[in-house]
């Protein structure tokens, strides 16, 4: 049974710093790509950013773009997200999510808040 688990989210003063991990288990193989997405209360879930299967390729949205960064450890079976010069608007749910290639077969966490607030 899969199952990814998102942790390190909590509340940070405008340009601070948090990390984002999201623990995958049940996967038999690292053949699967992982994104970050986030929910803002009354706004539609975003992709924030994408890592492929084996972390050799990132993609960003462009409000997340030089500030966030995304990675996976595929011997931990754990995906990142160093998130940098953190703003108001990046308050949301963020959420894990694996794609097994070949399926697409799409699995998600249950989310982790993180409130940019002073």
């Known amino acids: 049974q899969v199952q990814l688990v998102e942790s390190g989210g909590g509340l940070v003063q405008p340009g601070g710093s948090l990390r984002l991990s999201c623990a995958a288990s049940?996967?038999?193989?690292?053949?699967?790509?992982m994104r970050w997405y986030r929910q803002a209360p009354g706004k539609e879930r975003e992709l924030v950013a994408a890592?492929?299967?084996?972390?050799?390729?990132?993609s960003y949205s462009d409000s997340v773009k030089g500030r966030f960064t995304i990675s996976r450890d595929n011997a931990k079976n754990t995906m990142y997200l160093q998130m940098n010069s953190l703003k108001g608007d990046d308050t949301a749910v963020y959420y894990c999510?694996?794609?097994?290639?070949?399926?697409?077969?799409?699995?998600w966490g249950q989310g982790t808040q993180v409130t940019v607030s002073s």
């Open positions: 999510m694996a794609v097994t290639l070949g399926t697409g077969t799409t699995y």
């Open positions: 049940g996967f038999t193989s690292s053949s699967y790509a």
């Open positions: 890592v492929s299967s084996t972390g050799g390729t990132t």
